[in-house]
Each structure stands twice: as C-alpha cells, then as structure tokens.
C-alpha cells in the first residue's frame, strides 16, 4: 500500500521533523506519528477512561487537533513526544470530569492497575512499563497515591483535597516532590526509546 | 490569585489535575515566568514517562484510518484559515461570527458562547462559519428545528435549534440526496441551543438535504426517517 511505504519513508526521522511536515499538511506525518505514538495513546486514554468509545474519542480529537496545531509546536520547549501525549492526556481527563458516573466511584478503582488486556504486548513497551512501575513503586505511598490518582484517574486538585481529607498545600507539595522524585529515578537511561522502529507499520 | 501561589501549580498542571480556571491564570502565567517555565520542561519529562506506565493494548484497527480520514476531509475544508497564524485565525473567527448578528440575529450570541466552549475553536465549526460568513449564501428552512446555508459554489452548513442531544450510542447523521441516492454528509451531536455542521459533501442546486438518527459510527446509508428535511 502506498501509505505504509511512504510511511516508512520517514522513520529515521526524529518525532519533531514528523511534526514539522505535519505543520505543513502532509498527511503521511499524521500516520507516522499514529503509528509511533497510537498504541501508548490508546493505553493511556483507556486507562483514564475506562470505557473504549470514551478512549476512541480522546484519542482521535487528540490527534485532530495535533494535526490542526502542528505549526504551533516549539521544540524548545520539550519534545514532540510529549506534546502529544499531553494532548490525549488533557483530552481524556476532560472527558472523564465530564461522566457523573466516575465521580461515584471509590478512589481506589482509579489506582488500581489495568488488567493484563496487552495479550499481543510489545516486549519494549512492555520494558519501559516496567521501568516506570518500578520507579513509581520507590516513591513513598502518599506522594504515589496522589501522582496515580491525578494522572491515571483524572482527579483535579481540590478533588483530591477534599476526597484524601487533605489541605490543598499538602496535595500539592506531594505532587510536585512525587514528580521532581520520578524525573530523578528515570534518568538512568532507559533500554530502548524508539520502540516504533521494531514495528514496522503492518497496515 | 498570589504570584507566589501560582508558581506552586506547576506539578498539578503538568499532570491535568487543574481545573479548567486555575488551568487558563496558570498559563496565563507560563507566558511570562520563565522559572515555572523551566520548572514545567522537567515535571512534563516525568509526566510523559507515567503515560509509558500504563498496559498497552492494541487500539481497536479502524481508529488508525478514521483519523487519517478525518484529517484529510479537514484539509480540503480549511486550508485558508489554517494557513494564518493561530491568532489570526481565531480574530477571523469572531469577526464572522460578529457578522452573523447582522445576517442571522441571535445566532451570533450563541456562536460567541460555543467559541469559549470549545477553547480550540474546531475546524469544523471554521469551516462552517465560513459558509455561514458568505454574503452570497442562501438560507434555506428545513422547518422550525433548522436551516442549510449554501453557497453559490455548494458548499453547505447545517444550523439546527434546540436540537436535543442524540440517545445514547446514537448520532444525528446529515444526508445530501441526489436522485434519489443519499450520501453520508457528516454527524453531529446535538444538545445545545445551536448546532452547526459544516457539510463533507457540497450540495448541488435540486439536492435535498435530510438529517436522521444514526448508530453513533453513522451508517453508510439511512436506516430511519429524517427528522429534518429540505431541499436546495
């Protein structure tokens, strides 16, 4: 197929210059960065979502509007990869404040991990989940609790305050000493940090 | 909010965990910190890796193709607003959607209102404000619970009011009828005082225009009967 050769036409190409031809109109950037980013998009937004038609949903408005704002990426300010992923983050966060029924829920259904759905699992991805649960697990129980709670369940701030009986300040500083310790632990380099590359686009 | 206060949101921010107004006076604030800035470019690094801790399914297949698709009708629908800078683009926005108090009364309020809603002022609604900008377009009534706005080249947009919000796993999908044969023309939610839709497929002069309740993926063609109907 045409896509997937042209497709791979780009993958030596840094995840920035796949924005850069994205800010330019050409859709094989788009796909590109799919087929890079999707399946970790896809976990992220399941795994804040719960629910697949939701995750669907923040995961292609999340990409739209990648494509829509490419032109207005700046490399200095972090890395493509993250841009991305804070847009499917941020996309399915506003979704999941928006289901009343999440908010009925017990704050451990947040924490708890996903069961193992990855049956057709990639062995590098599957490594750098690893690395990342490790260095979550060395992080004290408070400062881990908020940091899952926030990122993996989609609770603000002041909801967390309020639901752990907490003083906002307290929420805060554990989720500032939380990330500033996560940053810390994961800068041992990491096995492998282009795991695109031993998949190559089968579609 | 303090200045002293707001440096203190850097982490929540970098995990989404603000709500929607600490979140505008915070990056009302990055613009002009560079500490929070420098701050943000390291928290965001930890944030990015908690986005590798998740299990990774594979995505369901048809998500891949239905974006590609999605951004590539975009393209052909607003390559001359894309093309300003974002700023621009968004002044061009209001200033059509200003226009409309003149052309379409209360429209504009209520546009004005969906604008701040949608903080990225979609694509779509772009494109639709575009057809509804034209002093050429015509209008035409499909009843009391909307109207189509054509241009002289086709281009269409479906307004609609007080349409309630689709059921559950369903969506409003428009239809341009053309000898007989409906074509897929694109789905809309409903639930808000006005809906616009910007149409995928122009509408020729004699075309009729239906809109139906669909499954919520759309059909290919219409499986029940229109809830508005008119015709070019």
């Keep these: 197929m045409r896509t ?38 896809w976990g ?43 847009l499917v983050h941020r996309r399915a966060v506003d979704l999941v404040r928006r289901e009343e029924r999440r ?17 057709d699992d990639d062995a590098l991805l599957r490594l750098e989940r690893e690395r990342v ?38 929420i805060k500083s554990r989720m500032f000493s939380g990330l500033a310790r996560l940053h810390e632990l994961l800068r041992e380099p990491a096995p492998e940090r282009e795991p695109w590359r031993t998949r190559p686009s089968t579609s | 909010m303090a200045d002293e206060t707001i440096h203190e949101l850097t982490a929540a921010y970098a995990l989404d965990a ?30 990015a890796a908690l986005a590798y801790g998740v299990e990774t399914p ?52 209520t546009l004005h209102d969906r604008l701040g809603d949608e903080r990225s002022a979609s694509a779509q609604l772009r494109a639709a404000l575009a057809v509804l900008g034209d002093t050429q377009a015509r209008r035409i009534s499909l009843g009391a619970k909307g109207s189509l706005v054509v241009t002289p080249s086709g281009e269409a947009a479906l307004v609609t009011n007080r349409l309630p919000a689709a ?30 839709l910007k149409l995928k497929r122009p509408v020729p002069a004699h075309a009729s225009v239906a809109v139906t309740v669909e499954p919520r993926r759309g059909s290919k063609s219409p499986t029940t009967l229109p809830i508005l109907r008119g015709r070019a």
Excluded at chain 2, 23 to 41: F, K, M, P, Q
């Design chain 2, 167 to 196: 059921p559950a796993g369903k969506t409003y999908e428009a239809w341009v009828i053309r000898g007989g044969k409906p074509e897929p023309a694109g789905l809309m939610r409903g639930g808000h005082s006005i809906d616009v």
């Design chain 1, 44 to 86: 992220l937004a399941l795994r804040v979502l719960r629910d697949e038609a939701l995750a669907e949903d923040a995961v292609q408005e999340a990409f739209l509007t990648a494509w829509r704002t490419a032109s207005r990426f700046v490399p200095e300010r972090g890395s493509a990869r993250n841009w991305l992923l804070t």
């Design chain 1, 103 to 119: 908010r009925a829920e017990p704050l451990e259904a947040a924490a708890e991990p996903a069961g193992a759905k990855g049956a």
């Design chain 1, 133 to 170: 649960q490790g260095a979550l697990a060395q992080l004290p129980d408070q400062q881990r609790e908020a940091l899952e709670l926030a990122y993996y369940g989609g609770f603000s701030q002041s909801e967390l305050a309020e639901r752990l009986g907490q003083p906002l300040g307290t």
């Design chain 2, 58 to 109: 594979l995505p369901p297949p048809s998500l891949r193709g239905r974006i590609l698709e999605e951004a590539a009708a975009e393209r052909t629908n607003v390559v001359p607003l894309r093309r300003r800078p974002a700023f621009r683009a968004v002044a061009g926005v209001a200033a059509v959607a200003a226009g409309l108090a003149i052309g379409f009364g209360i429209w504009a309020a």
């Design chain 1, 4 to 41: 997937s050769e042209v497709t791979r036409e780009l993958a030596h190409l840094s995840d920035e210059a796949v924005v850069a031809l994205m800010a330019r109109s050409h859709d094989v950037a788009l796909a590109e960065l799919y087929d890079r980013f999707g399946r970790v998009a």
């Design chain 2, 18 to 47: 603000l709500d929607e107004g600490e979140r505008d006076a915070y990056e009302e604030h990055l613009a002009t910190c560079e500490r929070c800035r420098d701050e943000l470019g390291t928290l965001s690094e930890a944030t």
